[in-house]
Structures are given as C-alpha cells and as structure tokens.
C-alpha cells in the first residue's frame, strides 16, 4: 500500500477521511481553488523544465541564492516503513547542496488564512524532508520552505537527519498501528469542510444505527465541542429529511405511513395566513399588489375586508394560503 503526505495530513485531522482516500481509494471532492492552485502549479513546472524560473519565483529564488542547475522538478520520493507500507511524495522543488536538500513546494493560495495555517503545518515539511534525506546518499539535513508566489513570502523550516527522522515517527505510527488494527474513528470536527463528506457513512443517516453513537458519547470536557458539533450536524440532516419527506407525502409518492409505536404520519393540509396591520393595505396596493391577491395571503378582519372592496366579503375572509404540515397521530 502507498500512502501520500497529503493522506497522512488528513488521518491527523479524520481517521475515517483517511480510510476513505487511502484505503479506498476514493477521490475526494476537489474545490474551485484547488482547481487553480493545480493549474498554477503545471505552469510553473512547465516553466521550470523548461529551464526558466517564473518571474512570481524570481525574487524568492534570489532570495534563497538558488538557481535550476542540478535542480528537480516535482521529484517523486518513496520509501518503505513495513512490509506493506510504504510512504510516498512528488516534491515541487528540490536541490542537493553538499550533505543539505533545499525543498521548495509552492502555495499559490491568495487567503491571508491560509499563510497562518501553513505556519502551523509541520506534517508535510517532515515528510518531505525525512524523504529527501533518507534517499540520499550523502543528505543530512534539509531545508524546508513554503513559497507563495502571491505574497511574495516564504515560511523556512530546517530539520537534521535524526530530528526529521522522530518527527517522521510521531505522524506515521499512528497511522500504521490505525490500518493494522483496521480502526478509523471518525472526527466529527470539520465533517462542513470534508472533502469527502459525499461518500462518508456518517453523513448518511439512513444507513446509520444512531443508537452506537449514543453509547459512545460519554460527555467530557475534552470531547464536548466536537459531541454538539454532532449534534449541530445530526439536526441538519433530520430537518432536510424532513423536508424531503413531507414533499413527497404532498406530491403523493409516499401515502400515510404506520409508525413502529402505532402512530399514523400523515400530511395535512390547513388554512393559514399571516395576520397583517390593515394600515399598511393602501401601501400594498399602490405598490402593485392587487387586493384579491392581498386577501390571500393576509388575515384581515371583516370590517378591513369591506374597506379593501367593494363586495361582500363573506366569500373572502375564509380564504388563505395553504400550507402542509406533518402530523403523526394514534
């Protein structure tokens, strides 16, 4: 089994995400500025092969003293950690000076966000490293750096052999002892932003006994945020359902259904409109509204009717806008 980088930033931030990607193999959702960073990202390999250093690099690469000779272009790296198992990255940039490897991996993100994120990331700048040392014969150390190109910035990380190697340890175990033992815990943290939500069995109800979940949850002080975040995500799906559930019954492609406890779930229609101060009828009609549609959707008494028209308005204060409603009764 090959593991990207990128498969073991997201076990770090969702078990059950990783089993998906890696495991599965499914491709996860891919987001309109991801698009672009991964078009922006061919040109300037494109460039660079070509032997010419993009002119948003220019600075950074007289900045950092580097130039293309000897330099490799999204350089693939692999190594193995067990006997099934092996780790794999394709760098943007790298280059061998003496026992050092300069990596650059270009982010071409435009968010302020995202620089402040990236501060904080160390998994892929470990990784990187620990591969580019590790495949070398004469690597060791490495120098790590963030590039964004529209910032003109870039974020240094240095690691030497044995410091890239124990924090290398610290994210990948996990992961080894997690597919060893098949056990991938959803994190219930960021499931909004997952990009592969769509095809995760926590975010389909239908297929889900509740119940397990229930008897997991043991509130604390450490878990409580991410329970009402359960919670949060849970009533969402149960009022889209709900939704869903009574178009059908309204259209007719679902008839009232016998609930387990005996109870029948049926649509009804009511009459219902909104009650409405008459004195802002003349400012309905001189914008347009026509009094029979105002009586519609209005409550009005019977005397406020007769002001409206000139008819009787028996025929009229009855009426209202339908609206359904799901009800389940014994």
């Known amino acids: 089994m090959k593991i990207r980088q990128s498969h073991i930033k997201l076990f770090h931030r969702c078990p059950y ?5 890696a495991i599965e193999g499914i491709e996860g959702e891919k987001t309109a500025i991801m698009e672009e960073g991964i078009e922006k990202h061919k040109e300037v390999e494109k460039s660079l092969l070509e032997g010419v250093i993009p002119e948003n690099l220019m600075p950074i690469f007289k900045h950092l003293s580097l130039t293309l000779e000897e330099a490799e272009v999204e ?5 193995k950690v067990t ?7 394709k760098l943007d940039f790298v280059k061998y000076v003496g026992d050092k490897a300069i990596i650059l991996d270009w982010k071409f993100s435009s968010s302020e966000h995202s620089l402040n994120y990236y501060v904080n990331e160390k998994i892929q700048p470990v990784i990187y490293s620990h591969l580019a040392i590790e495949t070398d014969a004469f690597a060791e150390r490495a120098e790590f750096y ?3 190109p529209a910032y003109q910035k870039i974020i240094p990380l240095e690691f030497d052999r044995e410091t890239a190697k124990e924090e290398f340890k610290k994210y990948v175990n996990p992961v080894i002892k997690a597919i060893n ?9 960021a499931c909004g932003s997952c990009l592969y939500k769509k095809h995760c069995e926590y975010m389909r109800p239908e297929s889900v006994d509740i119940t397990k979940y229930e008897q997991k949850f043991e509130i604390t002080q450490d878990n409580a945020a991410r329970v009402y975040q359960f919670i949060e995500k849970a009533s969402a799906i149960v009022n889209k359902l709900k939704e869903e559930l009574k178009g059908k019954m309204i259209n007719g492609e679902i008839s009232p259904i016998e609930l387990a406890d005996g109870r029948i779930l049926q649509v009804k229609e009511r ?6 101060d008459s004195k802002i009828i003349p400012f309905l009609i001189d914008n347009g509204i026509s009094p029979l549609e105002i009586l519609k959707i209005v409550k009005l008494s019977y ?6 028209i000139n008819e009787v308005p ?3 204060v009855k009426q209202g806008k339908s609206f359904y409603v799901i009800e389940a009764k014994k």
């Open 17 to 21: 995400a990783f089993k998906l990607a």
């Open 75 to 79: 350089k693939p790296l692999e190594i």
């Open 83 to 89: 006997d099934k198992v092996s780790i794999t990255a």
């Open 146 to 148: 963030f590039v964004f």
């Open 181 to 189: 033992k098949n056990e991938f815990t959803p994190c219930f943290s």
């Open 271 to 276: 009459m219902g409109r909104k009650q409405v």
């Open 303 to 308: 005397n406020d009717v007769k002001k409206l």
């Open 314 to 316: 028996d025929r009229y």
